[in-house]
């Protein structure tokens, strides 16, 4: 039903994609709880949410904190369970003043708090930044944020409405910039949208070994921080 929260707890995967806009088309408004924060956050998440189903994979069900949801597990479960449900579009009767998801802030006050955003405020951003960073169908843009961080909301969801390619990132991007701008290369990504630290990291590399660059990459996107204006690489 509309405003029906459902938790996802998941790694960056296809899955994670799926079960996400799985969410929106059935009328719910999603939760996203990355596998990898500490299960003191994530059982405040998910008991503050008040989620009435969890969908997750079952290597990830040992992790997840004691709740009352129901859980779904989007590797056991597709075979069975999902595959028997009814393939036609699901009716929902969303407004736009319903909610999308609930994104939860980092708590570096005090207790994180849960900001509910709805279906209009996504839609205008999503058309919003399409516009401003000319977002197409040629476009191949990385989604490196956590799933918890709204700035992947930003990475998704341009990319999808407007056809362009989706690529998920590997962990090993984290501990090594080289190795990122490599394989960003060699899958021809030409959007990056990155934390402002990891960016000035990544301008170092490139300011000692400058054959590291992406011929693809058309636009960066940096925030979070001030930018070092040293580190911005024209």
Same mark, same amino acid.
């Not at 996203?32 to 969890?54: I, N």
């Not at 990122?180 to 899958?187: A, D, G, H, V």
């Given at each position: 039903q509309?405003?029906?929260?459902?938790g996802?707890?998941?790694?960056?995967?296809?899955?994670?994609v !799926?079960?996400?806009?799985g969410?929106?088309?059935?009328?719910?408004?999603y !939760?996203p709880?990355d596998?990898?924060y500490p299960q003191?956050?994530?059982s405040h998440m998910l008991?503050?949410? /008040?989620v009435?189903?969890l969908?997750?994979?079952e290597?990830?069900l040992?992790?997840?904190?004691?709740?009352? +949801?129901r859980?779904?597990?989007?590797?056991?479960d597709?075979?069975?369970?999902i595959a028997?449900?009814?393939k036609?579009a699901p009716?929902?009767d969303?407004?736009?003043?319903?909610l999308?998801?609930?994104?939860?802030t980092?708590?570096?006050?005090g207790?994180?708090? /849960?900001v509910?955003i709805e279906?209009?405020?996504?839609?205008?951003?999503t058309t919003?930044?399409?516009k401003?960073?000319?977002?197409n169908?040629?476009d191949?843009?990385?989604?490196?944020?956590?799933?918890?961080?709204? !700035?992947a909301?930003?990475e998704?969801y341009?990319?999808?409405?407007n056809g362009?390619t989706?690529?998920?990132r590997?962990?090993d991007f984290l501990?090594s910039?080289?190795?990122?701008?490599?394989?960003?290369?060699q899958?021809g990504?030409t959007?990056l949208?990155?934390?402002? +630290?990891?960016?000035h990291?990544?301008?170092?590399?490139l300011?000692i070994?400058?054959?590291?660059?992406?011929?693809?990459?058309?636009?960066?996107?940096i925030g979070?921080?001030?930018?070092?204006?040293?580190?911005?690489?024209s």
């Amino acid at each position: 039903q509309p405003d029906s929260k459902v938790g996802i707890c998941i790694e960056r995967c296809l899955e994670m994609v !799926v079960g996400i806009l799985g969410i929106l088309k059935a009328g719910g408004a999603y !939760v996203p709880l990355d596998p990898a924060y500490p299960q003191e956050r994530l059982s405040h998440m998910l008991d503050d949410s /008040g989620v009435s189903v969890l969908l997750t994979t079952e290597n990830l069900l040992s992790q997840i904190p004691d709740n009352k +949801a129901r859980h779904i597990c989007l590797d056991r479960d597709w075979n069975n369970l999902i595959a028997s449900q009814n393939k036609s579009a699901p009716y929902s009767d969303v407004s736009p003043s319903n909610l999308a998801y609930i994104i939860y802030t980092s708590g570096s006050t005090g207790k994180s708090k /849960g900001v509910m955003i709805e279906h209009n405020s996504l839609v205008n951003f999503t058309t919003t930044a399409t516009k401003e960073y000319e977002i197409n169908n040629q476009d191949r843009i990385l989604q490196f944020a956590s799933i918890s961080f709204d !700035v992947a909301v930003e990475e998704m969801y341009i990319s999808l409405t407007n056809g362009a390619t989706l690529i998920l990132r590997t962990d090993d991007f984290l501990t090594s910039g080289s190795q990122m701008l490599q394989k960003c290369n060699q899958w021809g990504v030409t959007v990056l949208d990155l934390p402002t +630290a990891y960016w000035h990291q990544i301008a170092s590399d490139l300011a000692i070994n400058q054959s590291l660059h992406i011929s693809s990459l058309r636009l960066v996107i940096i925030g979070g921080e001030a930018v070092i204006p040293e580190k911005v690489i024209s």
